[in-house]
């Protein structure tokens, strides 16, 4: 089923299809414009030599924005690059009449070359911001080839030939070591070993493989050689459908529409509104056939009502909310996902490494009888002491914290999907499944077998000594965030690679009732596009490259992650907190969000057109060119300090 296009429901403004570079060198060189135009200003020079400088600034730094504004009114769309193109073009041509008529028009000011000026140097800053912001996942995609496999051994007679993993074809048989990624998906065809798919399917322990067992390219072989069959080659596996979406995703991500366009579709009309009535009162009152000496009036207006404080409106709150966010240990990426968020229908949680810590952990320790507690933990950490694994870093953490002491081995010996054996002094140490010491005749009592969590069986010379049970512990406030995720009308969906009891008990403990357990990316990301094509707003909270799919078609797509990874870079929200708290804060920072950004437009606008008017009613007193920058730039200021209320988040 294809995805649903968003440009439909959030047509993009031209600008932001134009190279950020064609913004940055305009911006300077506008920026340039604007000290030499105030510098001839401050000396007094030709008034005709501030209109030409005036005029390149127009020509050669606003030619972009006036050629975005065209595209947007071709394609019916209001954007903030026509808002700027039309006031600085109104400001312009109040300013040309001026200096070349003999009878200015009505205006309290001779010229706003310079108000001009810095509008359109601040238009090109914002666009070229916005613009950047939208390029810059791009940046990231040539390293996403890190995650590829880029060779193979090629099973050719009896020996062994490399070539590249691209090349290998339906039907091959290839030769994986311990230690080595898959260069394909596979069947494996001889030998045992342990896989580590969390790559693929989110699950943070290692999937026993044997003889006829499914492999995926990208994952690690973790134990033991085997023989693989290639069934499907790298174009078409489930990795490359993870990096498909990734170097596509950006295109889904950049389609928003931002703050300053959204605010420009009805502050436009209402300083067009503004202007003109004051015109119409004007005419009114001394006749209509001063239209043209009273045009001043409609000019003047329309280019000081487009505020410079404008610019700042949004961009003000937005940073100093990052810069909140960022306290807490919340990256937010994309401001826009915070409205998407609060106005979903469905949220949808991935389990190992969100709604849990994707960390096993020792949960509970069960001697048997006249075996001490302290008797059960040495043996097991002795055994896995030097064994890579989750199983083993939780028991040796755990040890760790207990003040366990370890004893010296002799040797140990891993049995993929088993467990350990070890040898220290005279003893004989066997750690690991109840099938296992079952199978050498060791009685397991019948609580072992009822554990629905991990369990890790010890038992030295062959006398049981008991067992550890080790889970993935929920994370802080899991149950608190779905309690007012489901308080705010949000419908829940837990959705895993991981096995059907492991899901089913994470959402008992969470309470979330709708699941779907063992899913690949593929299936994830079907889940998200069939939701959407149903009309829902959907939100993915992930943990991890086997999300990204589902993460980058969501509306809204927040991501736990302790590190620095390549995909975290297409995320809209990053969090690096081990408790899931900072959801509710997204929430609140939304909120807080929406109202600054609103009461900073309102007083914006307000302010400048007060500011206008009062320059009006003074006259025929002359104003000259700085209280009309002054004022704007005293506008800004109070926008600034407004929005410092979002360093609080809370």
């Known amino acids: ?68 504004a065209a595209k947007d009114v071709w394609e019916g769309r209001m954007s903030f690059a026509l808002l700027v193109t039309v006031c600085a073009g109104a400001g312009f041509i ?36 916005l613009t950047r912001s939208k390029e810059k996942a791009r940046v990231f995609v040539k390293k996403l080839d890190d995650f590829l496999p880029k060779s193979a051994r090629l099973c050719v007679g009896r020996g062994f ?64 050689e085997v023989y693989v069959e290639v069934t499907g080659v790298l174009k078409e596996s489930a990795l490359m459908s993870v990096i498909d979406a990734l170097q596509h995703g950006e295109l889904h991500r ?21 202007a003109g009535g004051v015109y119409a009162l004007t005419l009114e009152h001394y006749g209509a056939d001063q239209w043209f000496h009273y045009l ?54 991935d389990k190992t490494g969100t709604l849990t810590y994707g960390q096993l952990r020792v949960s509970g320790v069960y001697p048997a009888e006249k075996v001490s507690r302290t008797q059960l933990l040495e043996a097991a950490a002795t055994a896995e002491q030097m064994v890579d694994g989750p199983f083993a870093d939780a028991i040796n953490l755990y040890a760790k ?81 779905v309690a007012l995720l489901k308080k705010l009308g949000k419908d829940l969906i837990l959705v895993s690679g991981d096995n059907e009891a492991s899901v089913a008990a994470v959402a008992q403990a969470a309470g979330i009732e709708k699941t779907n357990c063992n899913v690949l990316p593929k299936t994830k990301a079907e889940i998200v596009t069939n939701l959407r094509t149903l009309g829902k707003r959907v939100a993915m909270v992930g943990d991890g490259f086997n999300d990204i799919i589902a993460l980058l078609r969501a509306d809204a797509g927040v991501v736990f992650s302790p590190g620095k990874n390549v995909y975290n870079h297409w995320v809209d929200v990053m969090i690096k907190r081990t408790d899931l708290f900072p959801i509710s804060y997204l929430f609140t920072i939304n909120k ?19 500011l206008a008017v009062w320059l009006l009613i003074r006259m025929p007193a002359a104003c ?22 979002m360093l609080k988040i809370k």
């Open 94 to 129: 109040y300013s040309a009449l001026n200096t070349f008529l003999t009878v200015k028009l009505y205006g309290p000011a001779e010229d706003l070359f310079l108000y001009v000026a810095v509008l359109i140097t601040l238009g090109l800053w914002a666009e070229r911001r």
């Open 401 to 481: 914290e207990q003040k366990i002491k370890t004893k010296r081995l002799l040797c140990f010996d891993v049995l993929p999907g088993l467990g350990v054996q070890a040898t220290q002094g005279d003893n004989r140490i066997i750690a690991g499944r109840a099938q296992w010491l079952e199978e050498q005749n060791i009685k397991t009592p019948q609580p072992v077998a009822s554990q629905t969590q991990a369990v890790v069986c010890v038992a030295v010379n062959g006398k049981f000594l008991g067992y550890l049970t080790l889970s993935d512990e929920l994370r802080p406030g899991a149950a608190d965030i």
């Open 161 to 224: 030939r490399r070539v590249f993993a691209e090349e290998l074809k339906k039907g091959d048989l290839i030769f994986v070591k311990p230690g080595e990624r898959l260069p394909a998906d596979g069947i494996v065809r001889k030998g045992k070993t342990s896989i580590d798919e969390q790559l693929i399917t989110g699950n943070m322990l290692p999937t026993t493989k044997t003889v006829d067992s499914r492999v995926y390219a990208g994952t690690l072989n973790k134990r033991a």
């Open 296 to 349: 001043g009036i409609f000019l003047f207006l329309l280019t000081m009502s487009c505020p410079l404080a404008f610019v700042f409106a949004p961009i003000f709150p937005a940073f100093f909310a990052r810069s909140g966010a960022r306290a807490a240990k919340i990256k937010i990426q994309n401001m826009y996902a915070l409205e998407e968020l609060a106005r979903a229908d469905t949220v949808i949680f």
């Open 592 to 610: 807080k969000l929406r109202r600054t950004v609103l009461f900073n437009v309102l007083a914006a606008v307000l302010l400048n057109t007060g």
């Open 624 to 645: 000259g060119w700085a209280l009309p920058v002054g004022g704007s730039l005293a506008a800004v200021i109070f926008v600034l300090l407004i929005s410092t209320r």
């Open 1 to 68: 089923m294809a995805e649903p296009s968003l440009s439909s429901v959030r047509p993009e403004p031209a600008a932001l299809s134009v190279p950020s570079k064609a913004f940055t060198y305009r911006f300077f060189l506008s920026a340039c414009f604007v000290v030499l135009i105030l510098f001839s200003l401050t000396f007094r020079h030709s008034e005709v030599g501030i209109f030409i400088l005036g005029l390149m600034d127009l020509l050669f730094c606003a030619d972009v924005l006036v050629r975005s």
């Open 254 to 274: 950049s389609g928003f529409k931002s703050a300053l366009d959204a605010f420009s579709a009805w502050v436009l009309p209402l300083l067009v509104v503004i």
